[in-house]
Each structure stands twice: as structure tokens, then as C-alpha cells.
């Protein structure tokens, strides 16, 4: 039986998918240029909103490119499509993941999964009447080194329970400029942090009580605080109050457990450049990087993830599961802030 079984998925594993993009930004392309990697995949259609940029963005890429966000007509026109990547911006993958789903395409998924209650449920009902194996979210915490390290350790016991955890993942008002006022801002960079910690504590979110203070136009502070069934407490805190802060220190982890703490600087990558004209960079090494001809980091190992759990129908790490429970927290967040109370989340 073992035999056959190995048979079956070495089968599977040559079997070669289609894949599409939607959305060519920096996130979309870095996936797409992970698929073009492999060997047994192929990426078959780009679509993008607008023609200029999209044509600038996929000048690595041999394939059709549809523009006007016209992905129904790519579709028309690519039947053996078997896989799509929607990394539109996040007010747009409602219609696409549901036409995705609907038509059974297998679905790589940007965060968040969608930016309000009406999209969420929509968009929960349809995906849970589906094989779960065929849809998966991106969060490419789930594929940090460290953070599995970390994940191994609190799992073995040996440091006792784990009792709060201290989220830090900041921006700048350069960087939010690009969704302020599309969408409400705890669907935006804390959906990351609400996973690491549902990832962390192994446990759900039972209610919230968050504060948003807009200090002067696209300068937020935004803390949340989160509490656990397992008694875990979170605190998240993202502001965006400098211009330009690209190179701060921006990114960090507190957990503390009963026996020891970690803490996680995630810009630090061991490398910092500093330039003739005093200004200075801090790379991050560790989601993308091209090292002899290969793509290594963070999001290939996802993508590449991904890619083997749709061809031998398995369950990917990251399912549209985790991807509606970090769009319900961010809903409880962006309800708390609204009516200055807290908020109890419930489960059906």
C-alpha cells in the first residue's frame, strides 16, 4: 500500500500546473517570479489595473498581460488555468477569489483575506463549501526561521506557559499613503501580527480593546489589546507617524512564558550599509533574496509550500481558515475603536 501511495504522489508531483496572477505589485511579482522557478509549474496570464505599470512590473515575463483589473477575459481566454495568485490590492480580491472558488481554481490568497464583515462572510461561505487543500493565505510569518524555532520551544513545555505577548510593526506615512482612506487600517499590517500570535499561543482570540488616534493626516497610532482563551494576553501596537522611516527598527517580537523570553528583532538581518553620503540601509536577508541563480527566504519557502500542497492535495500550513480568523479579529479591532468599548468575539 505504502508502495502505491508513493507511486500516486510521485505521479502528482509531475503533473504540471498553470498558474495566473492578479495584481503585479511587489508582493505579486515576487510570487509569480517563485512559480516561474519551478520546474514542473508554469505561470500562463498576468492581469493587472493599470497598462503602464503593469507592462513595467512583468518585463521579466513571457506571458499575455490583461490590464484594467480585466481578469473575467483573461479567464475567457485561459481555460487551462488551474491555479491563481490574487495579490490585488486588498479592496480588490473579493471578486476574484469568490469567481476563483465558484469556478473551482486553486487560490493563493494576499492578506487580508477581505476589509469588511459583508466580504468576510461572503467570502467564508462559499470557501468552506470547498476543499480546504485547495486555498491558501499568505503569511509568510508562518515560514520564518525564527519564528518556528520559537514556536518548537514554547510547544515543548520546557519553558512553562506562555502569558503575553508584545507586538511591534510600524510604518511611516509614506507607506500608508498608499491605502489611507480604501480601507480601515486594522485590515492592513496587524492581520500579520494577529496570526503570529494565534500561530504562537495555539489558542483564539476571545475579545478586544483597541484605541486609534489620527494625530494629524495619515500620522496613526493604532494599540490593540487582545486577550486568549487560553489566557494568553497580546498587545499590538502599529503607528504611522514618520515620513520616512524605512530603516528603523520597525518590526519586533516580545513572548514571554513563565520560565524564559524571546525577543525578535525582525529587521535585524546582520547586514547594515553605510553609505558615503551618510545615509544608511538595513536589508532585510530573509523573505527574498537571489543567491546563485535561486530564490531562498521566507515567501519561496511559502509559495513553494503552496505549490506541493495543491498538487498532492494537501492541507497548506496557512488556510483560508486563518485567513477569515485574522480578517474577524481585524473587524473586532476596527469595531472596538469605533464604538470605545470592548469587544467579546463569538464562534459559530
Not at 511611516?172 to 480604501?182: A, C
Not at 497580546?234 to 514618520?242: K, L, R
Amino acid at each position: 500500500m505504502s508502495y502505491l501511495i508513493e507511486l500516486e504522489q510521485g505521479l502528482m508531483m509531475k503533473k504540471s500546473l498553470k498558474y495566473a496572477l492578479i495584481g503585479p505589485g511587489r508582493m505579486g511579482i515576487n510570487y509569480a517570479s517563485i512559480i516561474q522557478k519551478q520546474s514542473n509549474n508554469s505561470l500562463v496570464a498576468i492581469c493587472g489595473n493599470r497598462k503602464k505599470s503593469t507592462i513595467k512590473r512583468t518585463s521579466d515575463f513571457s506571458v499575455p498581460l490583461y490590464f484594467n483589473g480585466d481578469w473575467k477575459n483573461m479567464f475567457d481566454e485561459h481555460p487551462e488555468i488551474d491555479c491563481v495568485i490574487i495579490a490585488s490590492p486588498e479592496w480588490e480580491h473579493f471578486e476574484p477569489f469568490n469567481y476563483c472558488v465558484a469556478n473551482n481554481k486553486k487560490v493563493i490568497l494576499e492578506k487580508p483575506v477581505a476589509i469588511n464583515s459583508k466580504q468576510i462572510q461572503s467570502m467564508k461561505k462559499l470557501a468552506f463549501s470547498k476543499n480546504q487543500n485547495s486555498i491558501a493565505v499568505c503569511f509568510t510569518s508562518r515560514f520564518d526561521p525564527r519564528l518556528n524555532f520559537v514556536k518548537n520551544r514554547i510547544n515543548s513545555g520546557k519553558l512553562g506557559k506562555i502569558g503575553y505577548i508584545y507586538s511591534r510593526r510600524n510604518a511611516d506615512v509614506k507607506t500608508i499613503d498608499r491605502i489611507y482612506s480604501k480601507m480601515p487600517i486594522p485590515f492592513w499590517l496587524i492581520v500579520h501580527d494577529i496570526d503570529i500570535m494565534r500561530f504562537l499561543t495555539n489558542s483564539e482570540v476571545i475579545s478586544v480593546s483597541a484605541s486609534q488616534k489620527e494625530i494629524d493626516k495619515k500620522r496613526v497610532v493604532l494599540t490593540a489589546s487582545l486577550s486568549f482563551k487560553n489566557g494568553t494576553e497580546g498587545v499590538i501596537e502599529s503607528t504611522c507617524f514618520t515620513d520616512d522611516a524605512s530603516n528603523s527598527k520597525a518590526t519586533a517580537l516580545d513572548i514571554e512564558l513563565e520560565k524564559g523570553k524571546f525577543e525578535i528583532n525582525f529587521t535585524q538581518s546582520g547586514v547594515e550599509l553605510f553609505k558615503a553620503n551618510n545615509s544608511y540601509e538595513r536589508p532585510d536577508l530573509s523573505d527574498f533574496q537571489i543567491v546563485h541563480d535561486e530564490i531562498i527566504g521566507n515567501t519561496p519557502a511559502m509559495i513553494n509550500h503552496f505549490a506541493n500542497c495543491f498538487k498532492l492535495n494537501k492541507t497548506p500550513a496557512t488556510t483560508f481558515y486563518d485567513g477569515w480568523m485574522a480578517a474577524k479579529i481585524s473587524e473586532a479591532i476596527d469595531k472596538s475603536i469605533k464604538k470605545q468599548k470592548k469587544i467579546e468575539i463569538t464562534y459559530e
